[in-house]
């Protein structure tokens, strides 16, 4: 992904720039990678995709969720799943509540549907973390999370997962296990090669079929991109 101009104010609060600009380049390439996962998965299943990165700050979260954006825009039935149980930010990236959510569901306090909340994206459906467990590892490997899921893929076409990253803890191993297919992120500049090679090794140890990965963040040349339409 190209990157955007600076903000010059740090905040939890993100811009998706594919609901407020759908029509913009770094919205199409949004689009170019959903049409790529497509791809990817001719002759198989691709229900349920895990995005994550082999480090913090690498964008994982963001590309989730416009990911997730640009699949409803399809007209497609998305789910999207905050499974980062250890720095959740869905809840901030769609302003939403977060005090019931996975961790809810799968400890059994609350069902998949009356934990998920709707936004203001068509065909968008959302679940937050919920209350942080101390024992994230075991609730997203537990017979819950795949009772879970298969009740999920009931209702809705995609459902992408924003997992931790790959080398911080075995989060997204455990459920690259389970997913149909799993994207990696790595930030322009500032992944290390032997850390991206070390996370998808990881991921193939869980036995997750890996889709691709996206570059984010690389510096947009001057004179790049072209508007093509009306």
């Not at 590309?63 to 250890?86: S, W």
């Amino acid at each position: 992904m190209a990157r955007r101009k600076k903000q010059s104010k740090v905040s939890n609060i993100r811009h998706l720039i594919t609901k407020m600009n759908p029509r913009s380049p770094i919205s199409e390439q949004y689009k170019t990678i959903r049409t790529n996962l497509q791809f990817s998965s001719v002759d198989g299943d691709l229900q349920t995709m895990l995005v994550t990165s082999s480090g913090p700050s690498e964008g994982k979260s963001s590309t989730t969720a416009n990911l997730a954006i640009v699949f409803a825009q399809q007209g497609k039935k998305v789910l999207l799943i905050d499974a980062d149980m250890r720095k959740p930010t869905l809840h901030y990236t769609f302003r939403m509540d977060n005090r019931r959510g996975l961790s809810s569901v799968l400890v059994g306090e609350s069902t998949l549907l009356e934990s998920i909340s709707n936004c203001d994206v068509a065909g968008l459906d959302l679940l937050s973390c919920g209350p942080i467990p101390p024992n994230p590892s075991e609730l997203l490997g537990s017979k819950a999370m795949e009772k879970m899921i298969v009740a999920a893929k009931e209702e809705y076409d995609v459902i992408l997962f924003d997992t931790p990253p790959v080398l911080a803890v075995t989060d997204a191993q455990i459920l690259a296990n389970i997913c149909d297919g799993a994207v990696m992120v790595v930030r322009s500049n500032q992944t290390e090669n032997d850390a991206a090679i070390k996370a998808k090794e990881l991921l193939e140890v869980g036995n997750a079929k890996l889709l691709g990965v996206v570059l984010n963040d690389r510096e947009q040349k001057k004179g790049h991109y072209y508007y093509y339409g009306n």
